[in-house]
């Protein structure tokens, strides 16, 4: 029950920016997005999230389109050690007994291959 | 590193056996989710717990169950296992109960390799 839609796989020149596109066409308005990403096999890493506006850490980017209806992340100077499967979430409501709870939803993400 | 603790690393048991596996969270976090991974069905949800109660249950099994202590540190018990159930165990931590729009930054374990044979 994903939300979101990226593409499979990307790749991308090391030094050179990734961009990495998801398409949330279902999301509402105070849903927000969030990015996580997953180096072979180890836990996944919290990158970044959004509502409307767009977002910088240390990490990343976070560019949300004015309709809020797509995303892209941009890593800036991309390295071998971001190959990684990249997740855009979008959290889904879990109804509990006890109210309104949320979850992570994993989708199958996209696979950035960063090469030499 | 993120802080969230998994043991143990590895296992492999025989089916029908039963295991525990064990987190601990990141100083300060009140919430533990377990999540389960395999190869056919990627990231699944499990269970969350928050200061020791349950919070929100996902896809897991009646076989499954955890807990959270009052150290904050979380079990998942897996019983009459099944060559099925191997896969990738992570705990993941975070500050948030999960019931605010803001809040889903979790930090995850490195994980627990079940192997059942």
């Not at chain 1, 979008?90 to 994993?106: D, E």
């Not at chain 2, 025989?14 to 990141?26: E, K, M, N």
């Not at chain 2, 533990?32 to 499990?46: A, I, K, M, R």
């Not at chain 2, 897991?60 to 296992?81: C, G, K, T, V, Y």
């Amino acid at each position: 029950d994903a939300k979101t839609t990226q593409p499979p796989s990307m790749d991308c020149a090391e030094g050179r920016a990734a961009n990495l596109p998801c398409n949330h066409s279902t999301i509402s308005g105070n849903e927000y997005v969030y990015w996580y990403r997953q180096i072979h096999s180890q836990g996944p890493q919290y990158i970044i999230h959004g509502l409307k506006n767009n977002e910088t850490n240390e990490m990343a980017s976070l560019i949300i389109t004015e309709d809020r209806k797509s995303s892209t992340l941009i890593l800036p100077h991309a390295t071998l050690r971001d190959t990684a499967v990249y997740y855009c979430i979008v959290r889904v409501t879990l109804i509990n007994s006890g109210g309104s709870n949320y979850k992570l939803t994993f989708g199958k993400g996209t696979l950035l291959t960063v090469n030499p | 590193d993120s802080g969230v603790t998994q043991t143990p690393k590895h296992l492999i048991t025989a089916t029908g056996q039963r295991v525990t596996l064990r987190c601990s969270p990141r100083s300060g976090d009140l919430s533990v989710y377990w999540y389960q991974q395999s190869l056919d069905q990627g990231l699944q949800f499990l269970i969350q717990y928050y200061n020791g109660e349950e919070r929100a249950k996902g896809n897991i099994l009646e076989r499954f169950s955890a807990q959270q202590f009052p150290d904050l540190h979380s079990e998942l018990n897996l019983s009459s296992l099944e060559l099925g159930d191997s896969a990738l165990y992570f705990c993941a931590s975070s500050v948030d109960r999960g019931d605010s729009f803001v809040g889903g930054e979790q930090y995850f374990g490195p994980g627990t390799r079940l192997t059942v044979t």
